[in-house]
């Protein structure tokens, strides 16, 4: 059997929440990814990833007609799986399965409107009007009405569950590999020249949504010379940031994309791992992965109340008010304070993610879900 991933940008993060289901599938089926790319590449973090991706020329309309047209008739799979609620991923999967008879399984993994809506009236008007970008506003607005033509559902947290309902499959990860015992956490700490450094990391690019900014003005506010803030997979924008904020730059080593498969490697070195989200309608409908990164790996991981994040973590973390870089400063230094507590709440975190959190759950889910549509087929 054959199954078809669709992602709405090759080229961005949304390659992460469509190679996790691939990787979750490779074992038992024939897998293969497809979508546009804006930039014309694979995103960085998964590039070289052992599953076979096909790439298509992201265009604006009405010169992406000819895109959608070359996809279509190049799928040929059993099941498709459209990850999120975009156009360029559900809206094609639809169009094949309404032509071929091909069943669709709707992922979605964040709210796709709550990136657009974050802007003020004025910024929500402009990008309602963009009707050139295939995955714009107007139509990924229009997604939302689709979603009962899908055959089956699933979704990333209770927000989205709520909203669309559909059974309910956090991000995932092979424990096996995220596992601190096979890491040399001080040898890390020395290739990255922070040997003696007590470790504050935080994964991805900087966002305002994500607390990037409280994150910096919380290191600030740190006296202690010996701790570092140490941005993984930070894009060209950490910099500005940096100027704008007029931080201490001494304090922070920021690291450009890295392959998905070296992020152990990296996060084995941190002491604390910091997800200080913002609430906004861009955090509300998602809950990040690197949460449950941090968890595999036995991070003490301080994060805020949002979304399923509590629920999620199950007491064993450090919850903080959004937007108060006061209290997360003061939680950085109460953790390097006892770091015994930290120590267990993390280990506690790790054993959460194996019974709960672990690849073979959304294995098992996909897979139920994929054969119970084959058999009514």
Excluded at 39 to 65: L, T, V
Excluded at 273 to 279: G, M, N, S, T, V
Aim: proline share 6%; net charge positive; charged share 25%.
């Amino acid at each position: 059997m054959k199954i078809c991933i669709l992602c709405f940008d090759l080229s961005n993060n949304s390659l992460g929440r469509a190679g996790l289901l691939a990787m979750a599938l490779t074992s038992r089926y024939k897998v293969e990814i497809i979508g546009p790319s804006r930039s014309g590449d694979i995103w960085f973090p998964m590039k070289d990833m052992d599953i076979p991706i096909r790439s298509y020329p992201w265009k604006r309309y009405p010169f992406f007609i000819s895109t959608i047209r070359k996809m279509i008739k190049d799928i040929d799979a059993d099941i498709l799986i459209a990850c999120k609620l975009r156009p360029t991923s559900f809206g094609i999967a639809l169009i094949k399965k309404w032509v071929s008879n091909i069943p669709v399984i709707l992922d979605i993994d964040d709210w796709e409107l709550g990136f657009f809506y974050h802007t003020g009236f004025w910024g929500k008007v402009g990008r309602f009007l963009n009707f050139s970008n295939p995955s714009g506003l107007p139509y990924t607005w229009f997604m939302e009405y689709f979603t009962g033509y899908a055959d089956s559902t699933i979704v990333s947290n209770r927000f989205l569950k709520n909203k669309f309902s559909g059974s309910l499959i956090y991000h995932c990860r092979d424990t096996s590999k995220l596992n601190p015992e096979n890491f040399d956490a001080d040898s890390m700490k020395a290739k990255l020249g922070l040997e003696g450094k007590r470790v504050v990391m935080f994964l991805g690019t900087p966002r305002p949504h994500k607390g990037t900014e409280e994150l910096f003005t919380a290191m600030e506010k740190i006296s202690d010379p010996d701790i570092r803030l140490v941005l993984v997979g930070a894009g060209s924008s950490v910099q500005r940031y940096m100027d704008n904020m007029k931080i201490n730059q001494d304090k922070v080593i920021a690291i450009p994309k890295i392959p998905f498969n070296e992020l152990p490697d990296y996060l084995s070195a941190a002491d604390i791992l910091a997800i200080p989200q913002r609430d906004t309608t861009d955090t509300q409908g998602q809950i990040p992965a690197k949460l449950f990164d941090g968890m595999a790996m036995a991070k003490p991981i301080i994060t805020t109340p949002i979304s399923d994040i509590p629920e999620v973590l199950g007491g064993h973390g450090y919850l903080i008010e959004p937007g108060n870089p006061e209290q997360l400063a003061k939680t950085i230094k109460n953790i390097f304070a006892n770091p015994e507590e930290a120590r267990l709440k993390g280990q506690n975190a790790r054993k959460r993610c194996q019974e709960l959190y672990d690849l073979k759950v959304i294995k098992k889910e996909l897979i139920s879900k994929i054969e119970k549509l084959t058999t009514t087929q």
